[in-house]
């Protein structure tokens, strides 16, 4: 997933919850479909899909998905299956264990990043 930009633009379409631009929210979030942060989250994220924090969005959690686009502003650990995706508008610190890592020119990463393999891989 994320390989290209067709692929990206799907995940947008696939969409089943968001989190407003102006909307606030602390706590736990379970969602076995892609959610899409465009406000301010703090706490935990279990998604059996994938997360897209958007550029203008502050997060601070711990991050437990499939794939995650982060183009706004992220603090906390993340564990993926599969890619970390950081635009050129993202900032993340933290620490992150994922399948895969693309990090746009531009975009902020401070922390450790540890690469896994999956059984097919």
Same mark, same amino acid.
């Given at each position: 997933?994320?390989?290209?930009?067709?692929?990206?633009? !799907?995940?947008? =379409?696939? /969409?089943? &919850?968001?989190?407003? +631009?102006?909307?606030?929210?602390?706590?736990?979030?379970?969602?076995?479909?892609?959610?899409? #942060?465009?406000?301010?989250? $703090?706490?935990?994220?279990? !998604?059996?899909? =994938?997360?897209?924090? !958007?550029?203008? !969005? +502050? /997060?601070?959690?711990?991050?437990? *998905?499939?794939? *995650? /686009?982060?183009?706004?502003?992220?603090?906390?650990?993340?564990?993926?299956?599969?890619?970390?995706? #950081?635009?050129?508008?993202? +900032?993340?610190?933290? =620490?992150?264990?994922?399948?895969?890592?693309? /990090? $746009?020119?531009?975009?902020?990463?401070?922390?450790?990043?540890?690469?896994?393999? &999956?059984?097919?891989?």
């Amino acid at each position: 997933m994320f390989g290209k930009k067709e692929e990206l633009n !799907s995940v947008k =379409d696939r /969409v089943e &919850t968001i989190i407003g +631009k102006n909307a606030e929210f602390q706590g736990k979030i379970i969602s076995s479909g892609v959610l899409k #942060i465009d406000g301010t989250m $703090e706490g935990e994220i279990e !998604s059996e899909s =994938d997360i897209i924090i !958007s550029e203008g !969005s +502050k /997060v601070k959690a711990q991050i437990k *998905a499939n794939n *995650a /686009v982060i183009a706004g502003e992220y603090q906390g650990n993340i564990f993926l299956k599969g890619k970390l995706y #950081i635009k050129t508008s993202g +900032k993340v610190i933290g =620490d992150v264990k994922v399948e895969g890592i693309i /990090v $746009e020119e531009g975009a902020e990463f401070n922390g450790k990043c540890e690469m896994i393999r &999956t059984e097919n891989g």
